[in-house]
Structures are given as C-alpha cells and as structure tokens.
C-alpha cells in the first residue's frame, strides 16, 4: 500500500506526473461522460440489463480477436454492435421477449469468448483485466476513440434529447407524434454497444453494468427531471471515476472497483438523505 497523501493536491501533482496515470484520468473522464449520459437513457427505459448483455457478448468478439491475432477491441466492437442490434430487432420482429434475447445472447457470447481465448495458441491471454478492467493499461488509439465517441454521444443528446426521451419513456406515444421511435433504438443501440466496448478497460465487463445505472440511479432520487439526469448523471459518473483512480492509487486496489464502491456509497447516501427529508417533511405537516 502506498504512503497515504493527505493533501488533495499534493497528491493530484504526483499522480498527473505519470504519462499512464494522465491516460487512466482522461479514460475516467470519457467513460464518466458517455457511460453516465447513455446510462440515464437505459435506466429511463427501463433496459439496464441490455447493456449487460451487449457488455458480456463483447467478451465473444475480445476472445475471437485474441485468436485470430485481431485488435480486441475491434471485435468486442463488432460483437457489441451485432449483439445490440440484435436484441433490438428480436424483440421488435423477432418474436422474442427482449430479456429472453438477452439471456441467449449474454451466455452465448461469455461461452464464445472462453473457448477462443482456450483455443487461442501459445500465451493464454489473462482474462482478469478484461473482466474486472485495467484503466492503467489503457492504449492512445483508445483514449483518442472514446474522445471521438463522447464529442458524439454529447452531441447527440444536445439536440436531440427530446426525442430520445419520449422514445425512452413511451414508444407508442412517440410514435403516434411521428417520432421515429424505431431508429431511435437501433440509434441508441449501437451509441450502448460503443460505450461499452470503449469502457470495458475503465471498469471490466463484470462491473460496467454498475458504471452504466448508479449515476442515472444516484440523480434520479433528487430530480425527475430528465435533461438534469442526463447531465449530472454523467457529473456524478466523472467525479466517481477520479475518486476511484484516486484510492486505487492511493490503497493500490483495482480502480473499476473502487469506483463502483464510490458510486455504491453515494447512492446509499443520497437514498438515506432523501428518506430522511421526506421523514421530516411529513412530521411537519402533522
């Protein structure tokens, strides 16, 4: 364990000092934004588990690109996007319930991942980093991808942020207004599967459904208003990505994990407070 800093900003200069530890902080930052912003969209429409399934079928696509030599994070890429597209268009035309589609699609894709990366020949890739997340080995060409995807994502919502919540909150309703709900989702879809994919070094595929619905969670228990949990759902997901580099340097422990602790803590706190506040408030009207 390292000697602990007590001093905030002591401790910011010696971590800005290390080119990786810069590389892990702008990972934090692009996975807090795209991953708090796309997050208050699947909670909203009530699909957190999509992106779980979208996440665990990335590690099919990871496993095949380690054996056929690819870059994996072109085939979690190419596996993430298929698996989304397809949930969407299963439970649209396919005659299958959206959880049903994502339970085959999460086993299938794990159970694709582990049998490239055991056929994989010579060195065994190590499975922890890409399951739990390793945001200090984050590459350049990811950082300079994921820049790319939260200058979109953001964009995105700027303007178009009205559709998209009323396709997330009442499709039927949106539809008959001439919204158009259908590329909407499969819109959205892809937007999850390239977070995901993009955040899957921050946090790992065990922990990044976490990643995706605390902030959304977090905000909606003081605001309803949608745009604001838009917004500060990704303002709580940043902070709580920099908090969780800051202790895993601080403690050497995985950062994906002490973020998600962070995020846990947080929400456990604002739920107490909120209790606490509408406890007192309705002790006042008696």
């Known amino acids: 364990m390292r000697a602990f800093i007590s001093n905030p900003v002591d401790a910011l200069i010696e971590i800005l000092s290390y080119r990786f530890m810069q590389n892990a902080l702008a990972a934090a930052l692009f996975s807090g934004i795209t991953c708090g912003i796309i997050g208050s969209y699947i909670v909203a429409r009530r699909t957190v588990f999509l992106s779980g399934g979208i996440t665990h079928a990335s590690f099919g696509g990871i496993g095949l690109a380690y054996y056929t030599g690819m870059n994996p994070i072109i085939g979690a890429t190419i596996f993430a996007v298929l698996a989304a597209l397809g949930i969407e268009y299963t439970d649209r035309r396919g005659g299958i319930r959206q ?156 950062a994906g994990a002490a973020t998600i602790f962070v995020l846990a803590a947080w929400l456990i706190v604002v739920k107490l407070l909120t209790l606490c506040f509408k406890h007192t408030s309705r002790s006042r009207l008696k």
Request: no cysteine; net charge neutral.
């Open 99 to 254: 959880d049903s589609a994502i339970g085959i699609i999460w086993s299938v894709g794990m159970a694709l991942g582990i049998i490239f990366i055991h056929l994989t020949p010579g060195y065994t890739p190590d499975a922890t980093g890409i399951l739990f997340g390793n945001i200090l080995a984050v590459s350049e060409g990811t950082l300079r991808a994921a820049a790319v995807l939260t200058a979109v994502v953001v964009g995105v919502f700027a303007v178009w942020q009205r559709p998209i919540f009323y396709a997330a909150f009442d499709a039927d309703f949106a539809r008959s207004q001439g919204v158009p709900t259908a590329l909407i989702a499969y819109g959205m879809a892809v937007l999850t599967a390239l977070t995901v994919v993009l955040s899957i070094q921050a946090v790992g595929i065990v922990l990044l459904i976490s990643l995706l619905t605390f902030p959304a969670t977090i905000v909606g228990q003081l605001t309803s208003s949608y745009r604001k949990i838009t917004w500060w759902s990704a303002a709580v997901a940043v902070v709580a990505g920099v908090a969780g580099l800051a202790a895993s340097y601080q403690m050497n422990v995985p």
